[in-house]
């Protein structure tokens, strides 16, 4: 009968996780919240479908193999080769930016909830991390910049492993009261032996894979499975607590890595961390009490609000202080905090040996992590949308094909604007090369359509084609249009030949030839010295094109605009006319606007006009 109840249950839960996947797609939501939900309809407090506790000691080892699996496949999506300029930030949000979590959420919770300061420290260790399975899909849902969400996710695998070990610190301390000395050398060896446990693993997997042809996509999978769970469980042995370390860092080194079966195993882990996310976090949440979050009463609540309004932020202001973040970066950094299945469940666990041990406080610790995840997955998942649009932080994905010196100067301006750049190119030096830039590439044949699927293309907004070959740079503009549907004015092409300029025109492909524009550009430079000056400027400013939707700007002179320094109207284009500026002439909704300007003088006079 109990092995009838368990496949029952099994069935039961991958039904609801289903439910819950069909949900997160149409509502745009992350799964995690519909999977909290479900674990409490379906537990005692509701219609008592799933009672956790009849799994006994098994609870902890399922909680324990999907933490494992889900940290992995966080680390495993980690490429350090490919942000290089971000690898900074990433670690002080995940040294500094932990320490100041967890001094902050401990002194609200101590103050606030009158708790005894060994608890309220333990919740402070454990709402230090941010929750991967929340952050990953949300960031690529929104599609924010490519360095904001490659911040959040290494945030997210490596502050999970160190909010673990504070909080284990925190527990050791509860239950044994350990000294000065000892405390030290409880943190220093579980660091230590997480990072060497993980470094063996990923080396041997490295080995495994590169053996040779004998190594399939299935054998691959299994082999990293048996590693994975292997490097968890004799971490742990050698000290508790450092096993989520030892795999985060497996994970990272793996993603690092250029190694057969690489794709097979991502697309395999993406598969089963959805499982194990499902599973126990509809089990945790079906262990939850109503009374244990009431108690918390309304004090609870604004101890999450200050987490949120408050720690967060100074966490985040503080450890980039000397980073090239922007301000309204930083601000979305600091939204996007959510807690997910590592405090619950690492909180859980820690409750149930609490109870063990007669030591009181198990199901306020229980509560108090519930309640944080709830309402900071709730609010992340539901505004995080709007507040990047409000701050401005969803760039445009932009394609560009060839990695010579036009891509990589266009890929750098396109990068110091703020845009998502992804380069492919067939050159491996040329990619390597961007890569120590900072700039995203993909080695690969562009004429191959599998290639340009996975840089991107079907969710590129341009497509820009430099290559110094016609033939590729034509092919490439043919499949984005007839493939991926992209409309005319999203593509762009470079055009090595004149007289194959008309090719391009004949489809419709807005393209150039460096020969005539170079002739074009010297030809009014030659006692034209306003051209030349408006070239100079172009070096290092912008000159941009801007559509007014400002309901504030139309129907305004341009000489009643307070417009930065530096900037300059040129041309305004209505109904297919164009008009040169001058002061007296009023905008309208819907003119393009041209702009020049010095700095980031044009893209702010662009930002006021298109509101």
């Given amino acids: ?40 309809i379906a537990g005692p407090e509701v219609l008592g479908i799933i009672n956790p506790m009849l799994f006994g000691d098994g609870l902890t080892a399922i909680v324990s193999f999907s933490v494992a699996i889900i940290v992995f496949d966080g680390g495993l999506h980690i490429d350090l080769k490919s942000i290089r300029t971000i690898q900074k930030t990433a670690l002080k949000l995940t040294t500094i930016g932990v320490l100041i979590t967890f001094i902050g959420a401990t002194a609200v919770t101590y103050l606030l909830l009158d708790l005894p300061i060994e608890l ?18 949300l960031v690529r849902n929104i599609h924010v910049s490519h360095k904001i969400s490659k911040i959040l996710e290494i945030e997210g695998v490596l502050n999970d492993a160190a909010s673990v070990i504070i909080a284990a610190f925190m527990f050791e301390w509860i239950v044994s009261q350990l000294s000065g000395f000892e405390a030290v050398a409880f943190i220093l060896q579980r660091l230590l032996i997480g990072l060497v446990i993980g470094s063996l693993s990923g080396e041997l997997l490295k080995r495994a894979l590169s053996s040779g042809s004998v190594v399939t996509d299935q054998t691959a999978r299994l082999v990293t499975l048996t590693l994975v769970l292997a490097a968890y469980v004799t971490s742990e042995l050698l000290g508790n607590e450092s096993g989520i370390l030892a795999v985060a860092v497996f994970g990272i080194m793996i993603g690092t890595s250029k190694i057969p079966h690489k794709e097979a195993l991502k697309e395999f882990k993406s598969d089963l961390v ?57 601000a979305f950094i600091s939204f996007i905090g959510p807690r997910g299945v590592v405090p619950a469940s690492i909180a859980t666990y820690f409750a149930l040996r609490l109870d063990a041990l007669d030591i009181a406080g198990g199901d306020t610790l229980v509560g108090l992590v519930f309640l944080t995840v709830i309402i900071t997955v709730i609010l992340t998942g539901t505004m995080a949308k709007s507040v990047a649009n409000l701050l401005g932080v969803i760039p445009m994905e932009i394609l560009i094909i060839g990695g010579g010196e036009v891509g990589k100067i266009l890929a750098e301006r396109f990068e110091k604007r703020g845009e998502n750049v992804l380069v492919v190119d067939n050159s491996e030096e040329k990619c390597s090369r961007l890569l120590k830039q900072g700039i995203r590439a993909v080695h690969g044949d562009a004429e191959d359509i599998n290639v340009l699927k996975a840089a991107g293309i079907e969710k590129a907004k341009y497509v820009v084609a430099t290559t110094d070959q016609d033939n590729t740079n034509l092919l490439v503009s043919q499949i984005a249009k007839s493939k991926f549907g992209l409309k005319e004015e999203q593509i762009v092409a470079r055009v090595n030949s004149m007289e194959n300029l008309h090719a391009f025109w004949d489809l419709g492909i807005r393209s150039m030839s460096p020969q005539m524009t170079t002739a074009l550009v010297l030809d009014n430079m030659v006692g034209r010295s306003s051209m030349f000056s408006l070239c100079e400027v172009g070096e290092e400013g912008e000159i941009l094109e801007a559509r007014v939707t400002n309901p504030k700007i139309v129907g305004k002179a341009i000489k009643e605009l307070s417009l930065p320094e530096n900037s300059l109207l040129l041309m305004i284009r209505r109904d297919e ?33 298109h509101r």
């Fill in 577 to 609: 006319k164009s008009h040169i500026a001058n002061g007296n002439f009023v905008l309208e909704y819907d003119d393009l606007v041209t702009v020049i300007g010095e700095g980031d003088s044009a893209k702010e006079v662009a930002d006021i006009l």
């Fill in 120 to 137: 309220a420290a333990l919740f402070g260790g454990l709402v230090a991390a941010t929750g991967p399975t929340v952050i990953t899909p």
């Fill in 274 to 330: 959805l499982v194990m996310l499902s599973l126990i976090f509809i089990l945790l949440a079906a262990m939850l009490r109503f009374q244990n979050i009431l108690n918390l009463g309304w004090n609870g609540i604004l101890v999450v609000v200050l987490l949120m309004v408050l720690v967060r932020p100074a966490a985040v202001f503080i450890s980039t202080i000397s980073s090239r973040l922007k301000v309204q970066e930083k």
């Fill in 1 to 40: 009968m109990n092995s009838i109840y368990f496949l029952g249950l099994a069935v039961f839960v991958l039904s609801m996780s289903l439910i819950a996947q069909f949900l997160s797609r149409k509502f745009k939501v992350p799964i995690i919240l519909f999977l909290l939900f479900e674990g409490i």
